[in-house]
């Protein structure tokens, strides 16, 4: 089964910066892509950013040159930097993995969620 774990959430003051880790094990077949979601209270889950097994990334409006995906598969840990923090990014942060297997289906796994909340 596969697993994925965040951790780096804590409370920061507007414009500093955090960087959250997701890190993986129990993966039998690759992950095809990884990505991060973030839920405020009351609102929906929202999509952030992902990454792709050939680097490619995707950013939501609302962080794009704010929020830098990463990975290192010698860890087998995704990375997300994010600067310049707004109130409005205040939010539990979710790691999602998304795993295709062959005659099988596709699966999405969800990290545990760790907050992040910034300060005005």
């Known amino acids: 089964q596969v697993q994925l774990v965040e951790s780096g959430g804590g409370l920061v003051q507007a414009g500093g910066s955090l960087r959250l880790s997701c890190a993986a094990s129990?993966?039998?077949?690759?992950?095809?892509?990884m990505g991060w979601y973030r839920q405020a209270p009351g609102k929906q889950r929202e999509l952030v950013t992902t990454?792709?097994?050939?680097?490619?990334?995707n950013y939501a409006d609302s962080v794009k040159g704010r929020f830098t995906i990463s990975r290192d598969n010698a860890k087998n840990t995704v990375y997300l930097q994010m600067n310049s923090l707004k109130p409005e990014d205040t939010a539990v942060y979710y790691c999602?993995?998304?795993?295709?297997?062959?005659?099988?289906?596709?699966?999405?796994?969800w990290g545990q969620g760790t907050q992040v909340t910034v300060s005005s």
């Open positions: 990454i792709t097994s050939g680097g490619s990334t």
């Open positions: 999602n993995g998304h795993v295709v297997v062959p005659r099988l289906g596709e699966y999405d796994y």
């Open positions: 129990g993966i039998i077949f690759s992950i095809n892509a």
